[in-house]
C-alpha cells in the first residue's frame, strides 16, 4: 500500500521535465465544484502554483481559485456566526442556572469556531508550509497522461472509482486508491492497457504496526499500535509512479480519479513489517506507459518488472 505521499503539485515541473501541457478544463472544474459548495480535497500546494499565472489558461485557474476561496470564506463567515449565536444563547441561559448542557454549547460551539478560523487561515495563505503537497486517499493528485499525442496533466482523485461503480460501491471498498499488480487483469482489466498515467512524488508513507517494525511478537495482553513511516529514494530521484485512472461520470458531472499500482515489497520496505511498496517505472518507459496498446499487455508487464530499485531509506514520520 501506498496510503500517502509528497507529490509533485506544481504543474510547472511537469512542463520541465516532460514538456506536459495544462489541461485547463479539469482544474477549472474542481474549483468550481468548490465555490459552489462542493468540498473536492485538493493540496494547497496545487492551489499555490498558479499564484503567479504566465498566459490567459493559467489565469482562468486562478480566478476560479480566487472565487472558490471567497465563496467558502463567505460560507465559514456564516457558519461561526452560526457557532457564536449559539454561545449567546448559551450564555444568557447561564445568567439564569448553571446547567452543564449550556457549559458544553458553549465548549462545542467555541471548538467549532476555532477549526473554522484555522480553516479559513489556511485558505487564505500565500506562503507555502511543510506538507503542503502531500496526498491521502481521497486528495487529488496530479496525473499525466497523453491525449491527440500530447502529454497532458489533469487533477485526479486518489482514490479510484472503476467503470460500473456507484458512490455505494465505492464506499464498500475503499481502497482503490492502490492497484496491486497482481490484480491488473483481473479487478483493473477495464484500465489496464487503456488508462494509463503517470504520478510523481518525492516520499512515500506508509503505516506499519509497531511490533513488526520493532521484528517482535506481541507481549502478553499488549495491543497492536501503528507507527507511521517516511520513505525516500536514496538516490535522491523522484518516483515515477505509474497509474491506472478513470472519467466515472452519472450523466450529470464526472469525476477524474486514479489508483497507483504496487508491487511485492522491496526488501528493506518490507524489513520496516510493510508487504508492498508502489512501483517505480523508469524515465525510458514513460512514453510507452502512457501509450499502451491493449492488445500487447505483454510489453506493459515487462514496463513494470523492469521497475527502478533505488534504495528506500526510511525514518519515523513526525
Request: hydrophobic content about 35%; aromatic content about 8%; charged content about 30%.
Amino acid at each position: 500500500m501506498c496510503y500517502s505521499a509528497q507529490i509533485w503539485a506544481d504543474y510547472q515541473k511537469f512542463s520541465r521535465a516532460f514538456g506536459a501541457i495544462l489541461s485547463v478544463k479539469e482544474f477549472v472544474q474542481i474549483f468550481w465544484e468548490r465555490r459552489e459548495g462542493a468540498s473536492p480535497k485538493i493540496p494547497k500546494a496545487i492551489e499555490l502554483a498558479f499564484a503567479n499565472p504566465r498566459d490567459e489558461l493559467e489565469a482562468q485557474v486562478k480566478r476560479m481559485i480566487d472565487e472558490a476561496r471567497e465563496a467558502e470564506l463567505g460560507r465559514m463567515d456564516e457558519r461561526i456566526a452560526t457557532q457564536q449565536a449559539k454561545i449567546a444563547e448559551a450564555e444568557a441561559a447561564l445568567q439564569k442556572r448553571v446547567t452543564k448542557k449550556s457549559q458544553e454549547v458553549i465548549r462545542v460551539a467555541n471548538n467549532r469556531i476555532a477549526v473554522e478560523r484555522a480553516k479559513a487561515d489556511k485558505l487564505q495563505r500565500s506562503e507555502p508550509a511543510e506538507n503542503d503537497d502531500r496526498i491521502w486517499p481521497g486528495d487529488y493528485t496530479l496525473v499525466m497522461v497523453v491525449e491527440d499525442g500530447r502529454k497532458i496533466i489533469k487533477p485526479m482523485r486518489y482514490q479510484c472509482r472503476l467503470p460500473g461503480w456507484t458512490v455505494a460501491s465505492e464506499r464498500a471498498k475503499p481502497g482503490t486508491y492502490n492497484a496491486r499488480r497482481d490484480s491488473l487483469r483481473s479487478v483493473w482489466k477495464r484500465l489496464y492497457g487503456y488508462n494509463h498515467g503517470i504520478m510523481v512524488a518525492t516520499h512515500f508513507y506508509e503505516s506499519v504496526a509497531r511490533h513488526d517494525y520493532e521484528q517482535r511478537t506481541l507481549a502478553d495482553g499488549e495491543r497492536p499500535k501503528s507507527i507511521e513511516l517516511e520513505f525516500t529514494p536514496q538516490s535522491g530521484e523522484p518516483l515515477y509512479i505509474p497509474v491506472l485512472w478513470y472519467a466515472w461520470t452519472d450523466g450529470v458531472g464526472e469525476l477524474l480519479s486514479c489508483a497507483a499500482i504496487t508491487d511485492n515489497p522491496e526488501p528493506e520496505v518490507a524489513m520496516t513489517g510493510h508487504d508492498r511498496t508502489i512501483i517505480n517505472i523508469k524515465p525510458e518507459h514513460v512514453d510507452a506507459w502512457l501509450s499502451p496498446d491493449p492488445k500487447n499487455l505483454a510489453e506493459m508487464d515487462e514496463i513494470l518488472e523492469d521497475k527502478r530499485h533505488p534504495f528506500y531509506e526510511h525514518k519515523v514520520a513526525a
